[in-house]
């Protein structure tokens, strides 16, 4: 029995943690802090010299009425990091990435010298460029230094060159004052929206709906398009990835059930062998071969099955004492009840029907001798 409290206690706690795993990655993913979902909805011109803003207080409004959605909150969203424009170099449109920063950023120059807050203070028009990017379009450090490259109609001059190698905190092109570069759209204009739903709206559905909506009455509708990612796929996706790993990881805790099971077997075998005067004492009292069966069978189903439960209750405790150690919380469910019991009583039916059939298949007249 001992084994089959080791093998069902491993399985309940790495079930439990692997839960609790799943539990926290995907309210961390999906909710805010008040387990309120959100999710955003970008815009994309059509055309990349088309400068304006994909939402405008127009916009907001109509998606701040769909309360019958769970909309709760709707608000523009401006990405910072690493994100897409068109940049004019040479009078040529450059697809490039940049980050607008608010203070002097963390990069080691090669040329040049870095930008600051005083330049978002001031809206100056300045920017870094990576080194990568500065040999690409301006044959040479010493060329991109001073030169001037056209975002969003602004005109900015290159004030230093930046190495983005895999230690810098920048992987992008440019990087270029945050306060400059947002400084032609309003605080109710940008090309993302941040939408807050209610807990428990089904986000997938009604995000879609809205960006249906907007397809239909968005300000921009016919010089863009609104697109948003499904973070309902992306994160039934990461669960089912998370619950494949818990349960691989619970598949090998349960090989030591079949190494148990093994164990209750020879121990049935060990106790027909034992018993023999009792099984021919109830077959002279009138008791049927399927009667001794079933005797020897129960006590094995009851054997494994006890020691299911007792494993069950050590690996639930387990779970939650290692939880304490970590970021989250252990789940428990009651599945993880109905998988212990069923499996230790599956193992004992098992590894026990061949002692109960040796013990059945006992002749009185052999035992008598």
Same mark, same amino acid.
């Given at each position: 029995?001992?084994?089959?409290? %080791?093998?069902? +206690?491993?399985? %309940?706690?790495? $079930? ?15 909710a805010t802090k008040t387990g309120k979902q959100t999710v955003t909805i970008d815009y994309y011109a059509n055309d990349s010299n088309d400068y304006q803003a994909g939402f405008d207080q127009a916009d907001l409004t109509l998606l701040k009425s ?9 608000? %523009?969203?401006?990405? +910072? ?33 870095? %930008? ?15 080194? !990568? ?27 230093? $060159?930046?190495?983005?190698?895999? *230690? ?16 032609? !759209?309003?605080?109710? !204009? ?34 863009? *398009? ?27 805790a349960g090989i030591s059930l079949f190494i148990a099971g093994i164990g209750v077997m020879n121990m049935m075998y060990i106790s027909v062998s034992e018993r023999t005067q009792e099984i021919g004492i109830r077959l002279a009292v009138g008791a ?10 129960? *006590?094995?189903?009851?054997? +494994?099955?006890?020691?299911?439960? $007792? ?20 789940? +428990? ?7 212990a019991f069923s499996v230790s009583t599956i193992v004992g039916i098992i590894f026990g029907i061949l002692p109960a059939k040796q013990a059945a298949n006992k002749n009185l007249i052999d035992i008598l001798k």
């Amino acid at each position: 029995m001992l084994g089959i409290i %080791i093998g069902i +206690t491993s399985v %309940i706690t790495i $079930i439990s943690l692997g839960n609790g795993v799943k539990k926290a990655t995907l309210k961390n993913l999906q909710a805010t802090k008040t387990g309120k979902q959100t999710v955003t909805i970008d815009y994309y011109a059509n055309d990349s010299n088309d400068y304006q803003a994909g939402f405008d207080q127009a916009d907001l409004t109509l998606l701040k009425s769909k309360n019958d959605l769970g909309v709760s909150n709707v608000k %523009i969203q401006r990405v +910072t990091k690493e994100f897409q424009i068109t940049a004019v170099i040479f009078d040529t449109n450059k697809n490039l990435t940049a980050t607008a920063v608010k203070d002097r950023p963390g990069v080691r120059l090669i040329a040049g010298k870095n %930008i600051s807050s005083y330049d978002n203070s001031v809206q100056n028009q300045r920017l870094l460029i990576s080194k !990568q990017t500065a040999l690409k379009n301006f044959k040479s450090i010493k060329g991109a230094l001073g030169a001037s490259i056209l975002i969003n109609g602004l005109s900015y001059t290159v004030v230093g $060159i930046y190495a983005n190698n895999s *230690e810098s905190p920048y992987d992008t092109n440019l990087i270029l004052p945050q306060a400059t570069y947002f400084q032609r !759209q309003a605080n109710d !204009q940008g090309n993302s929206v941040q939408i807050t739903f209610s807990k428990g709206s089904k986000i997938s559905k009604n995000t879609a709906r809205l960006v249906t909506l907007l397809k239909e009455k968005g300000s921009h509708r016919i010089k863009g *398009e609104y697109s948003f990612t499904d973070m309902g796929e992306l994160l039934s996706g990461i669960g089912k990835v998370i619950s494949a790993l818990t349960y691989f990881v619970s598949a090998i805790a349960g090989i030591s059930l079949f190494i148990a099971g093994i164990g209750v077997m020879n121990m049935m075998y060990i106790s027909v062998s034992e018993r023999t005067q009792e099984i021919g004492i109830r077959l002279a009292v009138g008791a049927s071969p399927r009667d001794i069966m079933n005797q020897f069978l129960l *006590e094995a189903v009851l054997l +494994t099955t006890f020691g299911g439960l $007792i494993g069950f209750g050590l690996g639930a405790g387990s779970a939650w004492l290692f939880s304490l150690l970590l970021p989250f919380k252990a789940v +428990t469910t009651f599945g993880s009840f109905v998988l212990a019991f069923s499996v230790s009583t599956i193992v004992g039916i098992i590894f026990g029907i061949l002692p109960a059939k040796q013990a059945a298949n006992k002749n009185l007249i052999d035992i008598l001798k």
